[in-house]
Nanobody, 125 residues
């Protein structure tokens, strides 16, 4: 089976930093895009930043200059370095993998728009 395992969330003061990690486990062949989304109660999940296997990045205007997404293709892991955190960055952060190919036994399978379980980030003094 395939899993996206997130880590690195927590409580941080305004202006502080956190680093989120998301590792895809299983017999992974390839992952097209990996990214981070966030959601607050009563609101839709929104893109924070995403990166393709080739390194192309798409990020939200609200995080430009503060958050950096990176990826280690060999480890099937995506990172989100968050700096200059603000209270409005408080949310549950979800890892996303799009067009993930993997082996289940001898069968080649795909997952599209696949989500991790989420990790809470709270920015508060």
């Amino acid at each position: 089976q395939v899993q996206l395992v997130e880590s690195g969330g927590g409580l941080v003061q305004p202006g502080g930093s956190l680093r989120l990690s998301c590792a895809a486990s299983g017999t992974i062949i390839s992952i097209n895009a990996m990214g981070w989304y966030r959601q607050t109660p009563g609101n839709q999940r929104e893109l924070v930043a995403a990166i393709t296997s080739a390194g192309s990045i798409n990020d939200a205007d609200s995080v430009k200059g503060r958050f950096t997404i990176s990826r280690d293709n060999a480890k099937n892991t995506v990172y989100l370095q968050m700096s200059s955190l603000k209270p409005e960055d408080t949310a549950v952060y979800y890892c996303n993998a799009d067009r993930l190919s993997y082996y289940s036994g001898s069968s080649l399978r795909y997952k599209f728009n696949y989500w991790g379980q989420g990790t809470q980030v709270t920015v508060s003094s």
